[in-house]
């Protein structure tokens, strides 16, 4: 029972996400001839994610377990960091290379 209430509580969400992530394109798309618009999006989406990782490290900080196993924590987070980010680096290299091979 409550797995289901989960899920449909994690559902919602989902669909919540979607139908703003939807509202957005269709704005883009209407309004991205305009090149003030433009600037001034990609400004508020450099401080939304400033104020996102202000908010995740006043999350992380007030968390005690998360504290008290920083050193650990810490530690995988580096190998899981440099790990995603060599995969993504090589991944984009041979993605490149297939999809822009012709222009060369």
Sequence with gaps: MLSLMMWKISFR???NVIIIMTIGIIIGVVLHKHKRFIEIVEG????AIWVLL???GLSIGSNELII???GTLGLKAIILSFSATT???ILSYFLYIFLFKHER
């Design 68 to 70: 008290k196993n920083i």
């Design 13 to 15: 969400n989902m669909l």
């Design 87 to 89: 995969g993504s680096v």
């Design 44 to 47: 508020l989406i450099t401080y």
């Design 54 to 56: 202000f908010l995740l």
